[in-house]
Protein backbone atom coordinates (compact mmCIF):
# COMPACT_ATOMS: atom_id res chain seq x y z
CA UNK A 1 0.00 0.00 0.00
CA UNK A 2 1.65 2.94 -0.61
CA UNK A 3 0.35 6.66 -0.53
CA UNK A 4 0.38 9.12 -2.85
CA UNK A 5 -2.27 11.53 -2.76
CA UNK A 6 -3.40 10.76 -6.20
CA UNK A 7 -7.41 10.56 -5.04
CA UNK A 8 -6.90 14.50 -3.58
CA UNK A 9 -4.88 15.73 -6.95
CA UNK A 10 -8.07 14.20 -8.73
CA UNK A 11 -10.48 15.89 -7.02
CA UNK A 12 -8.93 19.23 -7.50
CA UNK A 13 -8.60 18.03 -11.16
CA UNK A 14 -12.63 17.51 -10.73
CA UNK A 15 -13.63 20.73 -9.26
CA UNK A 16 -11.93 22.65 -11.84
CA UNK A 17 -13.81 20.94 -14.14
CA UNK A 18 -16.91 21.40 -12.48
CA UNK A 19 -18.03 24.90 -11.61
CA UNK A 20 -19.57 27.81 -12.98
CA UNK A 21 -19.82 31.36 -11.59
CA UNK A 22 -22.51 33.05 -9.88
CA UNK A 23 -22.48 36.38 -9.51
CA UNK A 24 -23.16 37.97 -5.72
CA UNK A 25 -23.89 41.64 -5.32
CA UNK A 26 -23.64 43.29 -1.57
CA UNK A 27 -25.75 46.47 -1.20
CA UNK A 28 -25.99 46.99 2.47
CA UNK A 29 -25.51 50.67 3.59
CA UNK A 30 -21.98 51.97 5.09
CA UNK A 31 -19.31 51.34 6.22
CA UNK A 32 -18.97 48.18 3.83
CA UNK A 33 -20.86 49.85 0.80
CA UNK A 34 -21.68 48.10 -2.24
CA UNK A 35 -19.42 45.23 -3.73
CA UNK A 36 -20.34 42.57 -6.47
CA UNK A 37 -18.22 39.58 -7.21
CA UNK A 38 -18.22 36.41 -9.22
CA UNK A 39 -17.95 33.61 -7.27
CA UNK A 40 -17.24 30.02 -8.56
CA UNK A 41 -20.27 27.51 -7.86
CA UNK A 42 -18.12 24.11 -7.31
CA UNK A 43 -19.86 20.87 -8.11
CA UNK A 44 -18.99 17.66 -5.90
CA UNK A 45 -20.67 14.05 -7.52
CA UNK A 46 -23.63 14.20 -5.22
CA UNK A 47 -25.06 16.56 -2.88
CA UNK A 48 -25.23 20.47 -2.95
CA UNK A 49 -23.31 21.99 -4.80
CA UNK A 50 -21.06 24.79 -2.86
CA UNK A 51 -20.24 28.78 -3.35
CA UNK A 52 -16.73 28.97 -3.03
CA UNK A 53 -16.00 32.25 -1.08
CA UNK A 54 -12.13 31.79 -0.58
CA UNK A 55 -11.47 35.31 -2.84
CA UNK A 56 -14.49 37.05 -1.10
CA UNK A 57 -12.41 39.10 1.65
CA UNK A 58 -9.93 39.73 -0.46
CA UNK A 59 -12.76 41.27 -3.62
CA UNK A 60 -14.96 42.75 -1.78
CA UNK A 61 -13.73 43.22 2.27
CA UNK A 62 -16.50 41.10 3.78
CA UNK A 63 -16.18 37.76 5.38
CA UNK A 64 -19.05 35.55 6.17
CA UNK A 65 -20.88 34.62 9.19
CA UNK A 66 -21.63 30.73 10.08
CA UNK A 67 -21.68 30.08 13.76
CA UNK A 68 -21.81 25.81 14.20
CA UNK A 69 -20.93 26.05 10.28
CA UNK A 70 -24.02 25.29 9.36
CA UNK A 71 -23.91 26.60 6.20
CA UNK A 72 -20.27 26.18 5.36
CA UNK A 73 -18.46 22.82 3.51
CA UNK A 74 -14.83 23.18 5.35
CA UNK A 75 -13.17 21.15 3.20
CA UNK A 76 -13.46 18.73 -0.33
CA UNK A 77 -14.01 14.60 0.49
CA UNK A 78 -14.17 11.57 -0.75
CA UNK A 79 -14.92 9.43 2.05
CA UNK A 80 -18.31 9.52 3.43
CA UNK A 81 -21.60 10.70 1.77
CA UNK A 82 -24.90 11.82 4.22
CA UNK A 83 -27.75 13.17 2.52
CA UNK A 84 -29.79 13.96 5.89
CA UNK A 85 -32.92 14.64 4.00
CA UNK A 86 -33.11 11.03 2.76
CA UNK A 87 -31.49 9.20 5.47
CA UNK A 88 -28.46 7.63 3.50
CA UNK A 89 -25.13 7.36 4.20
CA UNK A 90 -22.91 5.98 2.48
CA UNK A 91 -18.86 4.85 3.20
CA UNK A 92 -16.96 5.38 -0.69
CA UNK A 93 -19.55 4.85 -1.99
CA UNK A 94 -21.42 1.97 -0.40
CA UNK A 95 -24.47 1.65 1.70
CA UNK A 96 -23.86 1.29 5.25
CA UNK A 97 -26.65 -1.17 5.31
CA UNK A 98 -24.39 -3.53 3.22
CA UNK A 99 -21.13 -2.87 5.06
CA UNK A 100 -23.09 -3.73 8.50
CA UNK A 101 -24.45 -6.73 6.91
CA UNK A 102 -21.81 -8.17 4.96
CA UNK A 103 -18.26 -6.40 6.00
CA UNK A 104 -16.10 -6.68 9.02
CA UNK A 105 -14.60 -3.57 10.64
CA UNK A 106 -11.43 -4.01 9.62
CA UNK A 107 -12.41 -4.33 6.14
CA UNK A 108 -14.76 -1.02 6.48
CA UNK A 109 -11.38 0.25 8.18
CA UNK A 110 -9.40 -0.71 4.55
CA UNK A 111 -12.38 1.13 2.76
CA UNK A 112 -11.93 4.50 4.30
CA UNK A 113 -8.43 4.56 4.35
CA UNK A 114 -7.93 3.20 0.83
CA UNK A 115 -10.89 4.26 -0.91
CA UNK A 116 -11.69 0.86 -2.18
CA UNK A 117 -12.70 -2.73 -0.77
CA UNK A 118 -9.46 -4.46 -0.33
CA UNK A 119 -8.59 -7.50 -2.38
CA UNK A 120 -7.43 -10.98 -0.40
CA UNK A 121 -3.73 -10.14 -0.30
CA UNK A 122 -4.07 -6.69 0.31
CA UNK A 123 -6.77 -7.50 3.36
CA UNK A 124 -4.24 -10.02 5.01
CA UNK A 125 -1.49 -7.78 4.66
CA UNK A 126 -3.37 -4.72 6.57
CA UNK A 127 -4.95 -7.03 9.27
CA UNK A 128 -1.44 -8.59 9.72
CA UNK A 129 0.13 -5.04 10.17
CA UNK A 130 -3.25 -3.69 12.73
CA UNK A 131 -2.96 -7.35 14.56
CA UNK A 132 1.14 -7.02 14.79
CA UNK A 133 0.58 -3.45 16.14
CA UNK A 134 -1.75 -4.07 19.31
CA UNK A 135 0.70 -4.48 22.44
CA UNK A 136 1.74 -0.66 23.65
CA UNK A 137 5.14 0.28 25.02
CA UNK A 138 4.93 -1.36 28.66
CA UNK A 139 6.24 1.60 30.21
CA UNK A 140 2.92 3.49 29.15
CA UNK A 141 1.30 1.34 31.99
CA UNK A 142 2.93 3.81 34.22
CA UNK A 143 0.63 6.36 32.82
CA UNK A 144 -2.38 4.52 34.26
CA UNK A 145 -0.94 4.43 37.65
CA UNK A 146 -1.12 8.15 37.82
CA UNK A 147 -4.94 8.57 37.04
CA UNK A 148 -7.57 8.01 40.02
CA UNK A 149 -9.41 5.04 40.16
CA UNK A 150 -12.63 6.85 39.95
CA UNK A 151 -11.40 8.88 36.91
CA UNK A 152 -13.87 8.29 33.80
CA UNK A 153 -12.23 6.81 31.13
CA UNK A 154 -12.73 9.29 28.46
CA UNK A 155 -10.59 11.53 30.67
CA UNK A 156 -7.74 8.51 30.74
CA UNK A 157 -8.27 8.23 27.00
CA UNK A 158 -7.47 11.79 26.15
CA UNK A 159 -3.70 11.62 28.53
CA UNK A 160 -2.48 8.59 26.96
CA UNK A 161 -4.17 8.46 23.37
CA UNK A 162 -1.67 12.03 23.35
CA UNK A 163 0.95 10.08 25.37
CA UNK A 164 1.69 8.07 22.37
CA UNK A 165 3.36 10.40 20.40
CA UNK A 166 6.32 9.93 23.74
CA UNK A 167 6.88 6.79 22.22
CA UNK A 168 6.65 6.56 18.57
CA UNK A 169 8.98 8.55 17.75
CA UNK A 170 9.56 6.63 14.37
CA UNK A 171 6.37 7.69 13.39
CA UNK A 172 5.77 11.43 13.63
CA UNK A 173 7.10 12.89 10.65
CA UNK A 174 3.60 14.11 8.81
CA UNK A 175 5.52 14.67 5.65
CA UNK A 176 6.91 11.09 5.02
CA UNK A 177 3.87 8.37 3.37
CA UNK A 178 5.11 5.53 5.39
CA UNK A 179 5.34 7.20 8.75
CA UNK A 180 1.84 7.98 8.43
CA UNK A 181 0.54 5.04 7.31
CA UNK A 182 2.60 3.10 10.19
CA UNK A 183 0.96 6.20 12.81
CA UNK A 184 -2.15 5.38 11.50
CA UNK A 185 -1.67 1.57 12.02
CA UNK A 186 -0.55 1.92 15.93
CA UNK A 187 -3.15 4.05 16.50
CA UNK A 188 -5.96 1.58 14.79
CA UNK A 189 -4.35 -1.26 16.68
CA UNK A 190 -3.71 0.22 19.91
CA UNK A 191 -7.10 1.79 20.49
CA UNK A 192 -8.70 -1.33 21.85
CA UNK A 193 -5.76 -1.99 23.84
CA UNK A 194 -5.63 1.26 25.61
CA UNK A 195 -9.94 1.69 26.27
CA UNK A 196 -9.60 -1.80 27.77
CA UNK A 197 -6.68 -0.83 29.88
CA UNK A 198 -8.78 2.26 30.90
CA UNK A 199 -11.73 0.16 32.23
CA UNK A 200 -9.36 -2.77 33.70
CA UNK A 201 -8.08 -0.11 35.80
CA UNK A 202 -11.34 1.73 37.06
CA UNK A 203 -11.72 -2.23 37.96
CA UNK A 204 -8.70 -2.66 39.65
CA UNK A 205 -7.96 -5.35 37.96
CA UNK A 206 -4.56 -6.63 35.75
CA UNK A 207 -4.40 -5.63 32.31
CA UNK A 208 -4.98 -8.12 29.76
CA UNK A 209 -2.38 -8.05 27.21
CA UNK A 210 -3.64 -8.72 23.56
CA UNK A 211 -4.20 -11.53 22.02
CA UNK A 212 -3.35 -11.85 17.81
CA UNK A 213 -5.05 -14.93 17.36
CA UNK A 214 -8.49 -13.51 18.06
CA UNK A 215 -10.74 -10.97 15.26
CA UNK A 216 -10.33 -6.39 16.01
CA UNK A 217 -13.70 -7.01 18.13
CA UNK A 218 -12.83 -10.19 19.57
CA UNK A 219 -9.83 -9.42 21.02
CA UNK A 220 -10.97 -6.04 22.39
CA UNK A 221 -14.10 -8.00 24.19
CA UNK A 222 -11.04 -10.25 25.78
CA UNK A 223 -9.38 -7.56 27.23
CA UNK A 224 -12.21 -6.02 29.00
CA UNK A 225 -13.68 -8.95 30.20
CA UNK A 226 -10.74 -11.54 30.73
CA UNK A 227 -8.72 -12.07 33.90
CA UNK A 228 -5.54 -13.75 34.55
CA UNK A 229 -6.96 -16.11 37.20
CA UNK A 230 -9.28 -17.81 34.31
CA UNK A 231 -9.76 -18.78 30.32
CA UNK A 232 -12.16 -17.19 29.26
CA UNK A 233 -13.90 -17.53 26.01
CA UNK A 234 -15.46 -14.97 23.77
CA UNK A 235 -19.23 -15.17 23.16
CA UNK A 236 -19.39 -14.94 19.16
CA UNK A 237 -22.92 -13.03 19.40
CA UNK A 238 -20.97 -10.22 21.55
CA UNK A 239 -18.04 -10.43 19.08
CA UNK A 240 -20.40 -9.34 16.08
CA UNK A 241 -22.81 -7.58 17.51
CA UNK A 242 -19.07 -5.30 18.64
CA UNK A 243 -17.86 -5.68 14.88
CA UNK A 244 -21.25 -4.26 13.22
CA UNK A 245 -21.19 -1.64 16.00
CA UNK A 246 -17.93 -0.35 15.29
CA UNK A 247 -19.11 -0.46 12.05
CA UNK A 248 -21.45 1.73 12.12
CA UNK A 249 -19.49 4.12 14.11
CA UNK A 250 -16.36 4.45 11.99
CA UNK A 251 -16.49 7.86 9.87
CA UNK A 252 -19.90 10.47 9.82
CA UNK A 253 -17.96 12.54 7.47
CA UNK A 254 -17.12 16.34 9.28
CA UNK A 255 -18.84 15.96 12.37
CA UNK A 256 -17.81 17.82 15.44
CA UNK A 257 -14.78 15.48 16.39
CA UNK A 258 -13.47 14.83 12.94
CA UNK A 259 -13.11 18.30 12.54
CA UNK A 260 -11.75 19.04 15.50
CA UNK A 261 -8.80 16.34 13.89
CA UNK A 262 -8.45 18.26 10.47
CA UNK A 263 -8.00 21.59 12.43
CA UNK A 264 -5.32 19.92 14.64
CA UNK A 265 -3.79 17.98 12.26
CA UNK A 266 -3.72 21.56 9.78
CA UNK A 267 -1.26 22.87 11.87
CA UNK A 268 1.31 19.74 11.60
CA UNK A 269 0.84 18.56 14.68
CA UNK A 270 1.22 14.25 14.83
CA UNK A 271 -1.52 11.84 14.33
CA UNK A 272 -1.34 10.74 17.60
CA UNK A 273 -2.17 14.49 19.36
CA UNK A 274 -4.63 15.37 16.69
CA UNK A 275 -6.12 11.54 17.24
CA UNK A 276 -6.62 13.00 21.49
CA UNK A 277 -7.86 16.46 20.25
CA UNK A 278 -10.53 14.31 18.25
CA UNK A 279 -11.65 12.07 21.46
CA UNK A 280 -11.67 15.68 23.90
CA UNK A 281 -14.28 16.59 21.39
CA UNK A 282 -16.09 13.24 21.38
CA UNK A 283 -16.38 12.81 24.96
CA UNK A 284 -19.21 16.20 24.79
CA UNK A 285 -22.67 15.19 25.86
CA UNK A 286 -24.51 16.18 23.00
CA UNK A 287 -21.88 14.00 20.70
CA UNK A 288 -20.22 10.90 21.50
CA UNK A 289 -21.49 11.11 25.10
CA UNK A 290 -24.71 10.91 23.89
CA UNK A 291 -25.00 7.29 23.73
CA UNK A 292 -23.84 7.03 27.43
CA UNK A 293 -26.38 9.85 28.67
CA UNK A 294 -29.21 8.42 26.62
CA UNK A 295 -28.97 5.25 28.94
CA UNK A 296 -28.92 7.70 31.83
CA UNK A 297 -32.13 9.47 30.71
CA UNK A 298 -33.46 5.92 30.27
CA UNK A 299 -32.81 5.06 33.61
CA UNK A 300 -34.14 8.54 35.10
CA UNK A 301 -37.55 8.15 33.10
CA UNK A 302 -37.77 4.42 34.35
CA UNK A 303 -41.33 3.68 33.54
CA UNK A 304 -43.68 4.40 30.15
CA UNK A 305 -46.07 6.37 32.23
CA UNK A 306 -43.02 9.31 32.68
CA UNK A 307 -42.30 9.59 28.97
CA UNK A 308 -44.96 12.05 28.61
CA UNK A 309 -43.31 13.95 31.57
CA UNK A 310 -39.56 14.04 29.80
CA UNK A 311 -41.34 15.21 26.11
CA UNK A 312 -43.43 17.51 27.75
CA UNK A 313 -39.51 19.10 29.07
CA UNK A 314 -37.60 18.54 26.23
CA UNK A 315 -40.15 20.65 24.06
CA UNK A 316 -39.93 23.86 27.13
CA UNK A 317 -38.02 26.36 25.57
CA UNK A 318 -37.21 27.33 29.41
CA UNK A 319 -35.91 24.10 30.52
CA UNK A 320 -32.29 22.88 29.24
CA UNK A 321 -33.31 19.19 28.74
CA UNK A 322 -33.10 17.77 25.34
CA UNK A 323 -34.23 14.21 24.44
CA UNK A 324 -30.80 12.26 24.05
CA UNK A 325 -30.43 10.36 21.06
CA UNK A 326 -32.98 12.16 19.31
CA UNK A 327 -31.82 15.17 16.84
CA UNK A 328 -28.71 15.66 14.66
CA UNK A 329 -27.59 18.70 12.38
CA UNK A 330 -27.50 16.75 9.14
CA UNK A 331 -30.19 13.72 9.23
CA UNK A 332 -33.73 15.66 9.18
CA UNK A 333 -34.73 11.79 8.54
CA UNK A 334 -34.28 8.53 10.74
CA UNK A 335 -30.44 8.20 11.02
CA UNK A 336 -29.73 4.84 8.97
CA UNK A 337 -27.44 3.69 11.62
CA UNK A 338 -30.05 4.20 14.32
CA UNK A 339 -32.12 1.77 12.15
CA UNK A 340 -29.56 -0.85 11.79
CA UNK A 341 -29.00 -0.94 15.36
CA UNK A 342 -32.83 -0.94 16.32
CA UNK A 343 -32.82 -4.49 14.36
CA UNK A 344 -29.42 -5.57 15.88
CA UNK A 345 -30.42 -4.54 19.54
CA UNK A 346 -33.56 -6.63 18.97
CA UNK A 347 -31.44 -9.44 17.54
CA UNK A 348 -28.54 -9.83 20.20
CA UNK A 349 -30.99 -9.15 23.29
CA UNK A 350 -32.89 -12.32 21.58
CA UNK A 351 -29.98 -14.38 21.27
CA UNK A 352 -28.59 -13.66 24.54
CA UNK A 353 -32.04 -14.56 25.94
CA UNK A 354 -33.19 -11.20 27.22
CA UNK A 355 -36.38 -10.93 25.32
CA UNK A 356 -38.01 -8.52 27.11
CA UNK A 357 -35.28 -5.94 28.19
CA UNK A 358 -37.03 -3.39 29.95
CA UNK A 359 -34.84 -0.36 28.83
CA UNK A 360 -35.34 -1.49 25.11
CA UNK A 361 -39.09 -1.50 25.85
CA UNK A 362 -39.20 1.84 27.13
CA UNK A 363 -37.06 3.15 24.57
CA UNK A 364 -39.16 2.06 21.31
CA UNK A 365 -42.48 3.18 23.58
CA UNK A 366 -40.56 6.86 24.07
CA UNK A 367 -39.48 6.26 20.20
CA UNK A 368 -42.77 5.95 19.38
CA UNK A 369 -44.22 8.72 21.30
CA UNK A 370 -41.91 11.04 20.30
CA UNK A 371 -41.80 10.39 16.51
CA UNK A 372 -46.15 10.76 17.26
CA UNK A 373 -45.37 14.42 18.92
CA UNK A 374 -45.71 17.84 16.93
CA UNK A 375 -43.11 18.94 18.13
CA UNK A 376 -40.88 16.70 16.85
CA UNK A 377 -41.97 16.22 13.57
CA UNK A 378 -42.12 19.72 13.21
CA UNK A 379 -38.14 19.98 14.26
CA UNK A 380 -37.40 16.59 12.04
CA UNK A 381 -35.90 15.02 15.56
CA UNK A 382 -35.76 11.42 14.82
CA UNK A 383 -33.74 9.19 16.50
CA UNK A 384 -29.69 9.03 16.07
CA UNK A 385 -27.21 6.95 16.26
CA UNK A 386 -26.57 7.15 20.22
CA UNK A 387 -30.74 6.04 20.62
CA UNK A 388 -30.07 2.14 20.35
CA UNK A 389 -26.34 1.92 20.50
CA UNK A 390 -25.93 2.58 24.34
CA UNK A 391 -29.17 -0.54 25.10
CA UNK A 392 -27.07 -3.27 22.59
CA UNK A 393 -23.70 -2.02 24.63
CA UNK A 394 -25.08 -2.52 27.97
CA UNK A 395 -27.14 -5.92 26.97
CA UNK A 396 -23.11 -7.26 25.79
CA UNK A 397 -21.90 -6.30 28.89
CA UNK A 398 -20.12 -2.66 28.37
CA UNK A 399 -20.46 -0.54 31.28
CA UNK A 400 -21.69 2.87 30.81
CA UNK A 401 -18.70 4.55 31.16
CA UNK A 402 -17.21 2.90 28.40
CA UNK A 403 -19.99 3.56 25.77
CA UNK A 404 -18.14 6.90 24.40
CA UNK A 405 -14.56 4.75 24.48
CA UNK A 406 -16.12 2.35 22.04
CA UNK A 407 -17.34 5.38 20.23
CA UNK A 408 -13.61 6.60 20.46
CA UNK A 409 -12.21 3.35 19.19
CA UNK A 410 -14.76 3.07 15.90
CA UNK A 411 -14.06 6.70 14.90
CA UNK A 412 -10.28 6.26 14.94
CA UNK A 413 -10.35 5.06 11.52
CA UNK A 414 -12.34 7.85 10.34
CA UNK A 415 -10.46 10.37 12.05
CA UNK A 416 -7.56 8.99 10.57
CA UNK A 417 -9.13 8.70 7.19
CA UNK A 418 -9.99 11.42 6.71
CA UNK A 419 -6.27 13.20 8.32
CA UNK A 420 -4.44 11.56 5.51
CA UNK A 421 -6.83 12.84 3.26
CA UNK A 422 -6.32 16.42 4.60
CA UNK A 423 -2.64 16.33 4.84
CA UNK A 424 -2.70 14.78 0.94
CA UNK A 425 -5.09 17.85 -0.47
CA UNK A 426 -2.67 19.98 -2.17
CA UNK A 427 -5.24 22.86 -1.55
CA UNK A 428 -4.95 22.28 2.55
CA UNK A 429 -4.02 25.09 4.29
CA UNK A 430 -3.72 25.65 8.44
CA UNK A 431 -7.64 26.27 9.60
CA UNK A 432 -8.18 30.01 10.79
CA UNK A 433 -11.16 30.82 11.02
CA UNK A 434 -11.78 34.62 11.44
CA UNK A 435 -14.34 36.61 13.47
CA UNK A 436 -17.30 39.12 13.91
CA UNK A 437 -15.51 41.45 16.70
CA UNK A 438 -18.18 42.64 19.03
CA UNK A 439 -15.99 43.81 21.89
CA UNK A 440 -15.04 47.78 22.95
CA UNK A 441 -13.42 49.81 20.48
CA UNK A 442 -9.91 51.09 20.96
CA UNK A 443 -9.31 52.24 24.70
CA UNK A 444 -6.22 52.98 27.08
CA UNK A 445 -4.67 51.81 30.35
CA UNK A 446 -5.01 53.59 33.46
CA UNK A 447 -3.16 52.43 36.79
CA UNK A 448 -5.10 50.76 39.16
CA UNK A 449 -4.85 53.39 41.35
CA UNK A 450 -6.96 56.01 39.17
CA UNK A 451 -9.46 53.42 38.20
CA UNK A 452 -12.80 54.74 39.21
CA UNK A 453 -15.67 52.35 41.59
N1 LIG B 1 -34.70 17.41 22.28
C1 LIG B 1 -35.48 18.50 22.23
N2 LIG B 1 -35.34 19.50 21.33
C2 LIG B 1 -34.36 19.37 20.43
C3 LIG B 1 -33.50 18.26 20.42
C4 LIG B 1 -33.69 17.24 21.38
N3 LIG B 1 -32.91 16.15 21.42
N4 LIG B 1 -32.61 18.40 19.42
C5 LIG B 1 -32.88 19.56 18.83
N5 LIG B 1 -33.93 20.15 19.43
C6 LIG B 1 -34.58 21.43 19.04
C7 LIG B 1 -33.73 22.60 19.46
O1 LIG B 1 -34.12 23.08 20.74
C8 LIG B 1 -34.01 23.61 18.36
O2 LIG B 1 -35.23 24.22 18.63
P1 LIG B 1 -35.48 25.76 18.17
O3 LIG B 1 -35.39 25.74 16.66
O4 LIG B 1 -36.85 26.06 18.67
O5 LIG B 1 -34.39 26.58 18.81
C9 LIG B 1 -34.18 22.74 17.13
O6 LIG B 1 -34.60 21.45 17.61
C10 LIG B 1 -32.92 22.56 16.31
O7 LIG B 1 -31.90 22.10 17.17
P2 LIG B 1 -30.43 22.70 17.21
O8 LIG B 1 -29.82 22.45 18.55
O9 LIG B 1 -30.44 24.10 16.71
O10 LIG B 1 -29.76 21.78 16.11
P3 LIG B 1 -28.23 21.44 15.97
O11 LIG B 1 -28.05 20.91 14.61
O12 LIG B 1 -27.39 22.61 16.36
O13 LIG B 1 -27.97 20.30 17.07
C11 LIG B 1 -27.85 18.17 18.12
C12 LIG B 1 -27.99 18.94 16.80
C13 LIG B 1 -26.69 18.77 18.96
C14 LIG B 1 -27.50 16.73 17.84
C15 LIG B 1 -29.18 18.28 18.91
O14 LIG B 1 -30.22 17.68 18.16
C16 LIG B 1 -29.11 17.62 20.30
O15 LIG B 1 -28.67 18.25 21.25
N6 LIG B 1 -29.56 16.33 20.42
C17 LIG B 1 -29.46 15.61 21.70
C18 LIG B 1 -28.06 15.08 21.92
C19 LIG B 1 -27.71 13.93 21.00
O16 LIG B 1 -28.45 12.97 20.86
N7 LIG B 1 -26.52 14.03 20.41
C20 LIG B 1 -25.98 12.98 19.53
C21 LIG B 1 -25.89 13.46 18.10
S1 LIG B 1 -25.27 12.18 17.07
C22 LIG B 1 -23.61 12.22 17.35
O17 LIG B 1 -22.99 13.21 17.57
C23 LIG B 1 -22.90 10.95 17.32
Not at 199 to 217: C, E, H, T, V, W
Not at 276 to 281: K, V
Not at 300 to 326: C, Q, S, T, V
Request: hydrophobic share 40%.
Amino acid sequence: MELKGKSQAMTERFLDENYELAHLEVTPGEPGGSQSVDLPVLHGTMGPSVLDIRKLYAETGYFTYDPGYTSTASCASNITFIDGEKGILLHRGYPIEELAEKSTFLEVAYLLMEGNLPRKKDFESFVESITLHTMVNEQLHNFFQGFRRDAHPMAIMVGVVGALSAFYHDSLDIHDPKQRLIASHRLIAKMPTLAAMAYKYSMGQPFIYPRNDLGYAENFIHMLFATPAAPYKVNPVIGNALDKILILHADHEQNPSTSTVRLAGSSGANPFACVAAGIACLWGPIHGGANEAVINMLKEIGHKDRILEYIKRARDKNDPFRLMGFGHRVYKHYDPRAAVLRKTCQAVLDELGNHDDPLLKLAKELEKIALEDPYFIEKKLYPNVDFYSGIILKAIGIPTSMFTVLFAVARTVGWIAQWMEMLEDPSQKIGRPRQLYTGSTLRHFSPLSQRKD
